[in-house]
């Protein structure tokens, strides 16, 4: 059973640029999750869709942005860069939610903000 | 906000001895998760306790979660090298509805041999 697929591994970009990141949940999983990852802050929920529609947000600007598609599969945007925007980004999925089922994770995209 | 606050962040020890990891929050969560992370990939979830009181064994490792469901504990027993890595614990809110996890920033392990 192929696993979470994330792409880009790697980017590189530069302030005021912006980034799209995807991510392809396991076959059947409805629910997609994404974190932000940094040594300082550890793993943030930015935010959760589940059949399309984001179900809930974390605590970061407006800047973040994403959205799911009839496939499941989803996407991941970042508009005007900052140097602290610097990290691994990991998408999780899972069949219903984050709660009680397990998460499958992807190997995350690292960005680096120059 | 519901935090969760691992210890400790770092430890490094020999092959064959024990270690207890701990995961603590002023608040009750639903359900909690271990994961183990190594590096340049993604958490891989080890375990999901969701009953106060719950123990649950994985071979050398013992998950426990506290009565009151605020924190958990990681027992290793013998510790080998390929248990080094980066463990994260996760809770679940017990609010009603779907939400994301919160996650302790985690506790990084090295096992010398």
């Known amino acids: 059973k192929a696993g979470v697929t994330q792409t880009p591994r790697y980017l590189i970009k530069t302030r005021g640029q912006q980034v799209t990141l995807s991510c392809s949940p396991i076959?059947?999983?409805?629910?997609v999750s994404w974190y932000q990852q940094t040594p300082g802050q550890g793993l943030q929920f930015l935010f959760e869709?589940?059949?399309?529609?984001?179900?809930n947000k974390g605590n970061f600007p407006g800047r973040f942005s994403g959205r799911q598609f009839s496939n499941s599969r989803s996407e991941m945007n970042v508009s005007t860069l900052e140097l602290g925007d610097s990290a691994l980004y990991l998408c999780?999925?899972?069949?219903?939610?984050?709660?009680?089922?397990?998460?499958?994770f992807g190997d995350g995209t690292r960005l680096s903000i120059l | 906000t519901q935090l969760l606050e691992q210890s400790p962040q770092f430890l490094s020890i020999q092959e064959g001895e024990n270690l207890t990891v701990y995961c603590n929050s002023s608040?009750?969560?639903?359900?909690l998760q271990w994961y183990r992370q190594e590096p340049g990939e993604g958490p891989v979830l080890l375990v999901t306790v969701v009953t106060g009181g719950e123990v649950k064994k994985l071979k050398r490792l013992t998950f426990q979660f506290g009565d009151a469901r605020k924190d958990s504990s990681l027992h290793i027993t013998a510790a080998q090298p390929g248990d080094t890595g980066l463990y994260l614990c996760a809770g679940a809110g017990s609010g009603g509805g779907a939400d994301g996890l919160t996650f302790g920033k985690g506790t990084h392990l090295i096992i010398q041999p």
């Open positions: 608040s009750v969560f639903s359900s």
């Open positions: 869709y589940f059949s399309e529609t984001q179900r």
């Open positions: 999780a999925s899972s069949l219903y939610g984050p709660r009680a089922q397990p998460q499958h």
């Open positions: 076959s059947g999983h409805r629910s």
